[in-house]
Every structure is written in C-alpha cells, then in structure tokens.
C-alpha cells in the first residue's frame, strides 16, 4: 500500500496584521511565497493552505495530505468541503480550487511538528 504524500503548510504576518508570507514543504523542499498581501495571521493561514493547494496541483501530485497546525482554518476549510458552502471570502477561494480534485484530506498537527512553520521561522530568527 503506497503512503499519502504529505504537504506542510504555514502562513504568518508581520507584523499581525502586516505583509503576509507562507511556506510549503513537499518532499523535504521549503517552497517560500512572499508578499501574499496584508492581512491577519488567520489570512496568512488560509493563503498557505491555498498556495499548498496550487503547488500540489501544478506538480500533479495525486494523493496528499495538506498538513497545518492553524485548528480554525483547518476547520473551517473541512467544513467548507463537507458541506459545499462558503462563508467566507477564503472559502469560497478554497472550494473553487478543490472543484474537481478527487479527495482532499486536510489534518492538525503540532506547531513543532509543522515543517513548513519551521522553515517560516528560520527566516526571522529571534
């Protein structure tokens, strides 16, 4: 039995609210989206998962795992698929990319286990 292919996804502002960034990490490899906008923290998130969604779609990757460790976002966006609804502006974004993609699986993880949030976090060392 093959694996899921597991995609890391973080967002963040700076400061919050203030220019949104966001990581993704497939197969070991930090990929780094700058200047998302300005926004919240909760903005950032969502724009991580969105940006997760695309980079899987344009490498077409097949059977993932988006892994995150915003609870909210995470939950809103496996409401938004279970019901087809949007409310919210990042829902609505959201479904229009999973239109069509077969089964999109989206769970929590701890902050310290989210290999995109510890590429995030590289970049601005305290």
């Not at 097949?62 to 087809?84: K, R």
């Amino acid at each position: 039995m093959r694996r899921r292919l597991k995609l890391f996804f973080d967002g963040g502002c700076r400061p919050n609210p203030g220019r949104i960034e966001a990581a993704v990490v497939v197969r070991g490899v930090a990929h780094m989206f700058d200047d998302l906008g300005h926004g919240t923290n909760s903005d950032a998130e969502w724009l991580a998962l969105l940006s997760a969604l695309e980079l899987a779609q344009s490498l077409d990757l097949g059977d993932v795992v988006f892994m995150g460790d915003a609870a909210e976002v995470i939950q809103q966006a496996n409401s938004a698929l279970s019901t087809g609804c949007a409310k919210h502006a990042h829902d609505a974004a959201f479904l229009t990319l999973v239109a069509g993609t077969p089964e999109v699986r989206i769970r929590w993880i701890k902050r310290e286990q989210n290999l995109a949030g510890i590429a995030l976090a590289a970049r601005h060392p305290r």
